[in-house]
C-alpha cells in the first residue's frame, strides 16, 4: 500500500522568508506525484504535479517542487512567500498503475506579514 | 460557470440518525470520489466511482454507502454504523479515474453529529 508523509503540521514564517515542506512517500513503482492547496474558505486546488521527465517542477504562485527518486521525496519550495501563502499544504500520491490518491497529513502554514 | 457543488455547508445531526451529503458536477468528468478530512490526516478516500453505476470502495468505507445512478451526482450517505462521523468531507471529480488526471474538488459538507 502507498503511504505519504509530511514531517511538518506547522510552520510559521515571516514575509520574504524561504519556505520547503517536505513529502516523503513509500511506493515500490512508478508514482505521479501531486502538491495540493486549501487556501481559508477556499476549495482544494492543485499547485503542482509531476508525471515524468525534468524532477524539478515549477506550479502557479512561485512554488516548485523537486522529486528526487532515491529518497522517495518530493519537497515543495518557494524562494520568498507572501502573506497570501497561509494556507494548508497537501503532498499527494498516486501509483502509476493505480487510480487512487493517497494524500500526506498535511501542512499548516502561517505566513505573518 | 463550471464546477462541483457540495451541499449544505453545515450539517448537523443526532447519533443513530443516516444522513446524505450531495455532491454535483458539471464539468462531464467520468469518475467522482469522496473523502474526508480530519485534522493532522489528510484526507482519506471513502469511495470513488469511474463510471455510472459503478463505485468501489476506498480506504475507509465502513459506515459509508454510496450510489452513482447520474454521471454528475454522487451522493453520499452516512450511516449510523459510522463510529466517528463528524468529520469535513471533500467531494472531487476527475476527467477519467486514471492516475494522471488530476482530481477537482467541491467547497466540502461539514458534518457535525451529537
Known amino acids: 500500500a502507498q503511504s505519504v508523509s509530511q514531517h511538518n503540521h506547522h510552520v510559521i514564517l515571516s514575509e520574504a522568508a524561504s519556505l520547503e515542506l517536505g513529502c516523503n512517500y513509500s511506493y515500490g513503482g512508478t508514482v505521479n506525484l501531486f502538491w495540493y492547496v486549501q487556501y481559508p474558505g477556499q476549495h482544494l486546488q492543485l499547485l503542482l504535479k509531476y508525471f515524468s521527465g525534468d524532477p524539478l517542477v515549477k506550479g502557479i504562485k512561485g512554488f516548485e517542487a523537486e522529486f528526487i527518486k532515491s529518497k522517495f521525496s518530493f519537497n515543495l519550495r518557494k524562494p520568498s512567500v507572501q502573506w497570501s501563502d497561509t494556507a494548508e499544504y497537501f503532498c499527494?500520491?498516486?501509483?502509476?498503475?493505480?487510480?487512487?490518491?493517497?494524500f500526506g497529513g498535511g501542512t499548516r502554514v502561517l505566513v505573518k506579514p | 460557470d463550471g464546477g462541483i457543488t457540495q451541499s449544505p455547508k453545515y450539517l448537523f445531526r443526532k447519533e443513530g440518525q443516516n444522513v446524505t451529503l450531495s455532491c454535483e458536477q458539471n464539468l462531464n468528468h467520468d469518475a467522482m470520489y469522496w473523502y474526508r478530512q480530519d485534522p493532522g490526516q489528510g484526507l482519506r478516500l471513502i469511495y470513488y466511482?469511474?463510471?455510472?453505476?459503478?463505485?468501489q470502495k476506498g480506504d475507509i468505507a465502513e459506515g459509508y454507502s454510496v450510489s452513482r445512478e447520474k454521471k454528475e451526482s454522487f451522493p453520499l450517505t452516512v450511516t449510523s454504523a459510522q463510529k466517528n462521523p463528524t468529520a469535513f468531507y471533500l467531494c472531487?471529480?476527475?476527467?477519467?479515474?486514471?492516475?494522471?488526471?488530476?482530481?477537482?474538488f467541491g467547497p466540502g459538507t461539514r458534518l457535525t453529529v451529537t
Open positions: 472531487a471529480s476527475s476527467l477519467s479515474a486514471g492516475a494522471s488526471y488530476e482530481q477537482y
Open positions: 466511482s469511474q463510471i455510472v453505476n459503478d463505485f
Open positions: 499527494a500520491v498516486n501509483g502509476a498503475a493505480g487510480n487512487k490518491l493517497t
